[in-house]
Every structure is written in structure tokens, then in C-alpha cells.
């Protein structure tokens, strides 16, 4: 039973979330509008690529928990050129942003890879340094809508063929992560990397450095959404996205990628955000309290984890009775 849940992982969640919307919609009908839908996706959409920059992460056995710090650094450093220096284009600082995300993606990389550390260790700690750097930089105090630029806020909000950029940002990232996953040799060098290291050695694949690769790439994507995040929420301080980490890996988790490494897709990582975008939206409309909410979104989180565990356990189980099978076959003909 447990392996058909998981097997159609992707289907079930997907037909939750319809559910959910639709049970919520009974009861607020205007929660089901097409521009309510569209808003709501907009707002889950920054979730969606820290998600897919997380997922790659988690594929090679690592974690990241500096990403919402990084995109903290990188929307503050932004925000403050855009402050003293309103005339650099938007297209540099959104530039910068990604290459300023990718170098503290490097680093965290090299730390898990050249020197061993623990990723979950060498994220908690560079998460507090760039935390400490947004408050030297800042003196600790905020930059303001008033303090930026109109085409620094607009781009984000801008309207393509009925949706904002800030939406059209998330589906681009799905399709360049999915084709990259799926399609290039580093992407499924990924998936080896974190599923079997003993047979990506002999591959020839440095599980190490597809550690690293995954790190530059998380960091990049967090970089990315500095920008977005300031834009879109129109304030840099000290504290902007502080614990939004936990909801990224919650939404890898609910989507079905596995903390051991090796297991998981886009369309996973897309739905796990979109649940938790539908869940955050949702039970305020309803009127749940706050407290509840938490509550519901760590429940989730537990059976999705104890989902994945009781996969990877059965799968192990029924390797080891192939294995051992094999051998009395041995046996028995000798």
C-alpha cells in the first residue's frame, strides 16, 4: 500500500490540493476566482524556486539552510545600490543578486565538499554570518518603499498574458530545473550522486563535487529571489525571510524528495509548494487561528516524512530478500 501512495505520489497530492480548493470555495466562493487563483500562485511562486534550488540540494544527501538568509543578503545589497544609485538598470541588480546568491553558493559548497563538513552544520553557520552582514551593511535599519525606485518595484508586478513576471519567473525556473534534472549529464549525475555513492564512484561521478554543483545552483536561485522578495514585498531589513528555510524544505518533503538523497521530481516540488501555498492561503479565509495553522503544516510535514522513511525502508527490505534469495538459489544449485 505504502509503495502504490508513493508510486502516485504526485497524483494524490495534486488531487488534494484541487480538493482542498474546492471544499474552500464552497464555502467562500470568491476564493475560487480566476484572479484569487492567480494571486495565489503569485504568492507561492518565490516558495516554488527556493523549493526547486533545495530540492537539487537535497538530491545529493545535503541540506541548505542558508537559503533564506542568502536571499535576505542579496535583496538588502540590491536594495540599498537601488537606494543611493536609482539609475543602475534593474536588469544588473537582478544580475548581481543571482551572482552574489551563486558565490554563497560556492561557498557552502566548498566547505561540505573540500573539507567534509557536515552541509547541515556549514549552512547553520554561514546562515548566521550573512544574517550578521545584512546588519553591518544596514546599521540595523530598514530600506523603505518610499527609499526605492518605481521600476525597482515594478517588474515584479508587471502583467504578461494575464499573470505577473513574478509568476512567469516561477514556471520558467520549473522547466529550466526539470529539463536540466532530466535531460543534461550533471542533472542525473545528481540523482546518482545522492542514491548510490558507491556506484557513482565507479561511474566515474565525484559525488563531492556534484555537492558543490547543487550548492551553486541553490544559491543562485536563492540570489535570484532576493530581488524578487524585496520587489515584490517592498522592504529589506535585517529579518526578511527569516525561517521561510524550514517552509522550503517543508514543501520538498510534502512533495515527495527524499532527505537521503537520490529520489525526487519537479512535479513533486511544484505540488509541495503549491499545498503549502493553498494551506497558508486558505485557513485564514476560513477563520483558523494562527496556532492551528502551525500545527496543521507540521502534521503534514510528519506524514510526509513518515511516508518517505516507510518507502525508503521497504524498498531496502525488499532489496535484501532479492539478496538473499539469490543466494539460496546459489546454493541449492551447488
Known amino acids: ?107 557552502n559548497g566548498l566547505l561540505v565538499w573540500k573539507l567534509g563538513i557536515p552541509a547541515i552544520v556549514v549552512t547553520l553557520g554561514t546562515m548566521s554570518i550573512y544574517r550578521g552582514i545584512i546588519f553591518l551593511l544596514s546599521g540595523g535599519s530598514w530600506v523603505n518603499a518610499n527609499q526605492m525606485s518605481a521600476s525597482f518595484l515594478g517588474l515584479p508586478r508587471a502583467s504578461v498574458l494575464g499573470m505577473p513576471v513574478l509568476s512567469w519567473c516561477a514556471v520558467a525556473a520549473l522547466f529550466v530545473v526539470g529539463y536540466f534534472l532530466r535531460y543534461s549529464r550533471t542533472g542525473r549525475a545528481l540523482y546518482t550522486a545522492g542514491g548510490n555513492a558507491t556506484a557513482a564512484y565507479y561511474t566515474g561521478i565525484n559525488a563531492g563535487k556534484m555537492q558543490f554543483v547543487s550548492f551553486c545552483l541553490s544559491g543562485a536561485l536563492a540570489g535570484f529571489c532576493g530581488y524578487l522578495w524585496i520587489s515584490r514585498f517592498a522592504v529589506a531589513y535585517v529579518d526578511v525571510a527569516n525561517g521561510f528555510e524550514l517552509q522550503v524544505v517543508a514543501a520538498c518533503v510534502i512533495g515527495g524528495i527524499s532527505t537521503m ?74
Do not use: Y
Open 1 to 107: 500500500m505504502w509503495q502504490q501512495l508513493l508510486k502516485h505520489r504526485e497524483a494524490l497530492l495534486g488531487g488534494v490540493i484541487l480538493l482542498l480548493i474546492l471544499i474552500i470555495g464552497s464555502r467562500v466562493p470568491a476564493f475560487v476566482s480566476p484572479g484569487n487563483l492567480v494571486e495565489m500562485f503569485n504568492d507561492t511562486a518565490i516558495l516554488i524556486i527556493l523549493a526547486l534550488g533545495q530540492m537539487m540540494v537535497l538530491l545529493t544527501k545535503g541540506i541548505d539552510l542558508s537559503m533564506a538568509a542568502n536571499l535576505a543578503l542579496t535583496g538588502m545589497i540590491v536594495a540599498l545600490i537601488n537606494f543611493h544609485h536609482p539609475d543602475v538598470p534593474i536588469w544588473s541588480l537582478l544580475l548581481l543578486a543571482t551572482l552574489l546568491g551563486l558565490v554563497m553558493g560556492m561557498i
Open 261 to 334: 538523497g537520490g529520489t525526487g521530481r519537479v512535479l513533486g516540488c511544484l505540488f509541495g509548494a503549491l499545498f503549502l501555498g493553498v494551506i497558508n492561503n486558505a485557513l485564514p479565509v476560513i477563520g483558523v487561528s494562527p496556532f492551528w495553522q502551525m500545527a496543521i503544516s507540521g502534521a503534514v510535514i510528519v506524514i510526509a516524512v513518515l511516508l518517505n522513511e516507510r518507502g525508503n525502508k521497504r524498498k531496502g527490505r525488499l532489496i535484501l530478500r532479492d539478496a538473499a534469495l539469490a543466494r539460496q538459489k546459489q546454493a541449492v544449485k551447488s
